[in-house]
């Protein structure tokens, strides 16, 4: 085993946030999902796996991510095809609920720990998808998302900023029809021609 897959093997080992994760109310162990690839040329960078991923041990495998793949243009079997997508969350672990039952923010510590070697293990990505603002920040700056995904045209096509998938966030779509209009047909024409 060597590269992505020794790579991979490592994070599906990490315990790091064990007792950060066993101290929430859901005090769950760390099941850290990786998804990285040697080949994929698009890299969807999210926030954390929700409660539904930390169960069933697949990335947006949930309704936030059949909204991503729609928005994307594509269906699960492409999505899931570690040749031609990857998926690299701010975390790797589903954080667990505050106290009011809302997730809590990727733990810090798993982006110091891996992002790094993670981007660094995967040069060939063309697109990187980012998902909410933890990824945003990130990979750019501090902008809030709706100003950063309103001037997506300034990171493209290296970067592509997206609000979270959420249902949470049908609010926000109505709100912005602009994103409908301009920015998804940009990504779904630059999608069918990265695969």
Known sequence: MHGIDHLSAEISACRLCEARFA?????????????????ARILVAGQAPGMKVHQRG?????????????????????????????????AFCFPGYDPKGSDLPPPPVCARTWRARTLQAMPQVRLTLLVGGYAQK??????????????????VPQHLPLPHPSWRNTGWLRKNPWF???VLPWLRETVKTLL
Request: aromatic share 8%; with cysteine.
């Open 138 to 155: 990130w990979h750019l700056d501090k902008t809030p998302v709706t100003e950063r995904v309103k001037r997506w045209r300034e990171t």
């Open 23 to 39: 101290a929430t109310a859901t005090a769950h162990a760390p099941r850290p999902v990786p998804c990285l690839s040697s080949s």
């Open 180 to 182: 409908e209009e301009e």
């Open 58 to 90: 697949r990335p947006f495998d949930d309704p936030s991510g059949d909204r991503l793949r729609a928005w994307m243009g594509i269906d699960s079997d492409t999505f899931y095809d570690r040749d031609r997508i990857a998926v690299l969350p701010m």
